[in-house]
């Protein structure tokens, strides 16, 4: 059993800076997958960034050069550091985590564990 759990979302300003973080329980951490979706109202939830077990990273075209995903394996934790947000950044941002190998980003029925969500709301 696999369980995830994300961090508070918030609020900023356009520009600000937030950081979010996921925390996966159970002893297969290691080995998991871990990745960030979002989902806004009235769209399909999407990629925001991967990082596999040996640290291989992608990233959606909207998050590169703004986000930087990271993890901490002594902690069961991964990290979404986002920073110059944009108001179409606005959306549930979800993570999800699988121990599975070969877990393909661009499909989040990848994953078999997810997180409940958190609001991030970007203000201009």
């Known amino acids: 059993q696999v369980l995830v759990k994300e961090s508070e979302g918030g609020s900023v300003q356009a520009g600000g800076s937030l950081k979010l973080s996921c925390a996966i329980s159970?002893?297969?951490?290691?080995?998991?997958?871990a990745g960030w979706y979002r989902q806004a109202p009235a769209k399909e939830r999407e990629l925001v960034s991967q990082?596999?077990?040996?640290?291989?990273?992608t990233y959606a075209d909207s998050a590169k050069g703004r986000f930087t995903i990271s993890r901490d394996n002594a902690k069961n934790t991964a990290y979404l550091q986002m920073n110059s947000l944009k108001t179409e950044d606005t959306a549930v941002y979800y993570c999800?985590?699988?121990?599975?190998?070969?877990?393909?980003?661009?499909?989040?029925?990848?994953?078999?564990?997810w997180g409940q969500g958190t609001q991030v709301t970007v203000s201009s």
């Open positions: 159970g002893r297969f951490f290691g080995n998991c997958a």
């Open positions: 990082i596999t077990s040996a640290g291989t990273i």
């Open positions: 999800a985590a699988d121990p599975r190998n070969g877990i393909d980003p661009r499909r989040h029925t990848s994953y078999g564990y």
